[in-house]
């Protein structure tokens, strides 16, 4: 007879048995714990599951219930829950399936012993019941977390797969999750189920902490089911079955939310698929994923890695290269630049290799890309030799060239000061085939200045090119903040509302980083408009929005009928100009990013009808002394490129002061016309909508 706490009205709980001091009489209490407890219909069965609960989460590699039989119990106790519906609907047995998964699952995370014991307690079978669906969702998510962990490991895996329905209802749980957990709990406040309330909040918080917690968790059923899914997808006698078109098709979409960050989710088990052979055919064949794999190559996702391997696999592969290569190769050209990308290095040589092989390998009809793939891929390749090149030549010279590129980018920011955008882009395009290769801060600031040209001729393709062609050279990483801002408006341009999403994050973050003197006198180092493009991708990218449309909005606590069940901001945003984000982009000799930027005002008239060239005589003399220290470099060509680099200096601070004034007077101008507007005259012309010509600025 164990002894028994005389405060304790239940003689042989649990809790009792935890406090004896002899191990091994305290060992026998709890095996036969563990063997009477399913069989026990009293009150407050659910007290020492939640402690158990608590043991496997805090001490997961601790064997002591697992050889006492703490498998065995937990799922005699969800077969209970699944056949004796009375038991489970009384006092609050409706917790202990819950738990009794969770505890699984956690006990099977790490120690591959433990998994082994789990499977011969047989705890498959009722896992695979919660995961058909016949509890709840709640029940849904740890299952398959626990069956998750039961399929990672070699020795467990076999009986999983003998299961067949596993794999067949975790695709359908990852296709369905979120419109299961919105239409069951999120869109009605008023039938949500108590104990799916407790158990999301642990009994703190109200709706909208309940609210959050749902979306976590709804992404981590998604997430999870994923996670099972792969571990199959490494077997390629599962491959036919998970490669269905409407399967693959919805892949790149499901990234986990901004609440699940640390999952790779689609992408994931996309990369897993292509590893092999068999999956890279329906990949390459299915309808729009490849535009999705090169957006996700092309973004600020974490798992931008990911999907550059996907690429570069389908292009390795003859079978699949002849499908993929003319959507490829514009992307992994895009970021041939990149160095080293988490544990892969030197990344941008692999992919100018592998497009090499491309052009090397066309001999066959079946694999020859298109003529302008070709092109981008001779182009790419004639800059790594032009780089080689430069690697030879005088430092003067390297000097001379990089001065050269800036007087012709000089030209490029007077004309778009004069609105003349395409010109601008020309001359930016012209500045990038002087400027050496290795002067990546200017190739930066050249790529970024094209790509906001770009932008404001509605031309987002040419904007994300160039955008990611800066964030590429950029040293961090995708941490150029002027290009981060202009490829989140390009991606929203196109209705690419993730991919705008995280740039727009990435720029708010670097604001807030920055140590721009100007930013740090504000209070608040986030723009405006950011914030405004961010809480409309948040919205645009919400995990529940495809439900919502489908079901109807939230309803209940004041929001019915709201489809995101908040209160919406519908408010525009502007383009971001020189002054919101300090000067990031400074090139090697000194010369400032300058971007020109752009701002909205709706009470703006175009007052860009001055000649093109204004102060063409400076940028005369700029090419005068250019000429000169060309023709005598062979004597004294060092002193000759440093005086040329001090004159120019001269002209662009010059150029600045006549840029500021220009400003004040347009600033004046504006000022003018907005009280003359206010006063009843007529309103002012903008030049196209959502863009108007404010603030520009040269440098």
């Known amino acids: 007879m164990e002894k028994v706490s005389p405060d304790c009205p239940y003689p042989g709980c649990f809790f009792c048995v935890m406090k004896e001091g002899n191990p091994s009489k305290r060992r026998a209490s709890i095996l036969k714990f563990f063997r009477e407890l399913p069989s026990q219909d009293d009150d407050g069965q659910v007290l020492p599951i939640s402690g158990l609960w608590n043991t496997a989460m805090a001490h997961p590699n601790d064997p002591e219930f697992i050889e006492l039989g703490i498998f065995e119990c937990m799922a005699a106790l969800i077969w209970k829950g699944l056949k004796n519906r009375r038991w489970l609907s009384h006092d609050q047995n409706i917790y202990i399936p819950y738990y009794a998964a969770h505890i699984i699952g956690s006990y099977t995370m790490n120690m591959e012993e433990f998994a082994e014991s789990a499977v011969h307690a047989g705890v498959i079978p009722p896992l695979v019941e919660l995961l058909r669906g016949r509890l709840t969702w709640v029940e849904q998510r740890v299952a398959v977390r626990a069956l998750g962990h039961l399929a990672t490991y070699p020795s467990t895996f076999p009986t999983v797969a003998s299961h067949a329905e596993i794999l067949e209802l975790s695709i359908q749980l990852a296709m369905s999750s979120l419109e299961i957990v919105y239409s069951h709990f999120y869109q009605y406040f008023d039938r949500r189920l108590s104990y799916h309330c407790d158990l999301l909040t642990r009994g703190m918080g109200g709706v909208e902490m309940e609210s959050r917690k749902a979306e976590e968790w709804a992404s981590q059923l998604q997430c999870w089911s994923l996670q099972l899914i792969n571990c ?106 990149i160095t080293n990308l988490g544990d892969h290095k030197k990344l941008g040589d692999s992919i100018v290799n592998v497009l090499q092989d491309c052009i090397q390998l066309q001999g066959t009809v079946r694999s020859s890309p298109s003529n302008r793939s070709k092109e981008q891929i001779e182009e790419l390749l004639n800059s790594r030799q032009r780089l080689k090149w430069e690697k030879n030549m005088l430092k003067e010279d390297l000097h001379i060239k990089q001065a050269a590129a800036l007087v012709v980018k000089l030209e490029g920011n007077s004309l778009f000061s004069a609105g003349n955008i395409s010109g601008a882009a020309s001359k930016y395009s012209e500045a990038l085939a002087l400027c050496p290769m290795r002067s990546k801060k200017e190739r930066v600031v050249l790529y970024s200045n094209r790509a906001q040209c770009h932008l404001l001729m509605q031309q987002p393709l040419a904007a994300i090119s160039d955008a990611t062609r800066a964030l590429c050279l950029h040293n961090p990483l995708n941490r150029h903040a002027k290009s981060l801002w202009r490829r989140a408006q390009a991606y929203d341009m196109l209705g690419l509302a993730k991919e705008s999403l995280l740039d727009a994050i990435l720029f708010i973050n670097e604001c807030s980083q920055s140590n721009d003197p100007d930013l740090s006198l504000r209070q608040n180092k986030v723009p405006d408009y950011a914030e405004r493009l961010v809480k409309k991708q948040m919205r645009a990218a919400w995990l529940f929005r495809e439900a919502a449309i489908k079901h109807g909005g939230v309803h209940g606590e004041g929001n019915s009928g709201n489809i995101y069940g908040h209160e919406t901001d519908d408010s525009e945003w502007e383009t971001a100009s020189e002054s919101d984000i300090g000067n990031d982009g400074r090139d090697e000799m000194g010369d400032e990013d300058d971007d020109s930027e752009w701002k909205n005002e709706d009470e703006r008239k175009d007052k860009y009808d001055k000649p093109p060239m204004k102060g063409k005589p400076l940028y005369f003399i700029a090419h005068l002394m250019l000429t000169t220290a060309f023709f005598i470099s062979g004597g004294c060509s060092v002193m000759c490129a440093c005086l040329f680099v001090g004159l120019l200096n001269i002209i662009v601070n010059f150029q600045h002061l006549l840029s500021v004034k220009r400003q004040l007077g347009y600033r004046a101008q504006s000022l003018g016309k907005k009280f003359e507007n206010k006063h009843g005259n007529e309103p002012s012309v903008s030049t196209e909508e959502g863009f108007s010509l404010d603030d520009v600025k040269l440098f």
């Open 232 to 337: 199959f997808a490494f077997k390629p006698e599962f491959l036919p079955a998970i490669c269905k078109p409407e399967f693959l098709a919805k892949l790149p979409g499901m990234w986990g939310g901004l609440v699940n960050e640390n999952s790779p989710a689609g992408i994931g088990l996309l990369r897993t698929i292509c590893h092999h052979k068999l999956g890279r055919g329906p990949v390459a064949s299915c309808p729009g994923l490849i535009e999705a794999l090169c957006n996700i190559a092309r973004s600020s996702d974490d798992w931008q890695y990911m999907a550059i391997d996907c690429l570069l696999w389908l292009l390795q592969d003859p079978s699949t290269c002849h499908k993929v290569i003319d959507k490829a190769v514009p992307t992994l050209i895009d970021i041939a630049e």
